[in-house]
């Protein structure tokens, strides 16, 4: 199910004062919510642990754990930022059928250059969602909220 704008952007937000806890607790800031196929239940929500231990990912196995996956085809992560393509991988592993992003990893790059915590990949999760076998809806950037997004890393990251 895809999410109504309204939906998607309060969820964007949500998503991304989870980030900012990460960030105050030293960690990157990154966050990420799934949402059930109503489109209004979160059902869980996730910071950033460590540089192996994302958001997304983090959130993903934790949803393949404990939810069936013909549910999960029909639930929503949502993250600040487009996945990575170990995020987009262990999303796709999950099931879960839908992906929404509020800001494009290139957008990441900007912000982080070449930062040794950070070393960015130029992947797109689409291409990596393309080369699977099932369907992975991905909705992102969403324009509206690049700077609220942004603006959570800017500091962090110099």
């Known amino acids: 199910m895809t999410l109504r704008p309204d939906q998607a952007e309060r969820h964007l937000r949500r998503a991304n004062a989870v980030a900012q806890r990460a960030l105050g607790m030293g960690r990157h800031p990154f966050g990420a919510l799934l949402v059930a196929p109503d489109g209004e239940t979160v059902l869980a929500e996730q910071g950033n642990i460590d540089t192996v231990n994302h958001a997304e990912s983090t959130l993903a196995r934790s949803a393949a754990a404990n939810y069936p996956g013909a549910y999960l085809a029909q639930c929503t992560l949502v993250t600040t930022f487009e996945p990575c393509a170990m995020c987009a991988g262990t999303i796709y592993w999950a099931g879960i059928g839908h992906v929404l992003y509020g800001a494009e990893e290139a957008?990441?790059?900007?912000?982080?250059?070449?930062?040794?915590e950070n070393p960015t990949l130029s992947l797109p999760c689409r291409a990596v969602f393309a080369s699977g076998q099932r369907a992975t809806e991905v909705t992102g950037p969403v324009p509206a909220l690049h700077e609220a997004i942004t603006a959570v890393h800017r500091d962090f990251w110099r």
């Open 107 to 116: 957008a990441l790059l900007a912000l982080t250059g070449n930062h040794p």
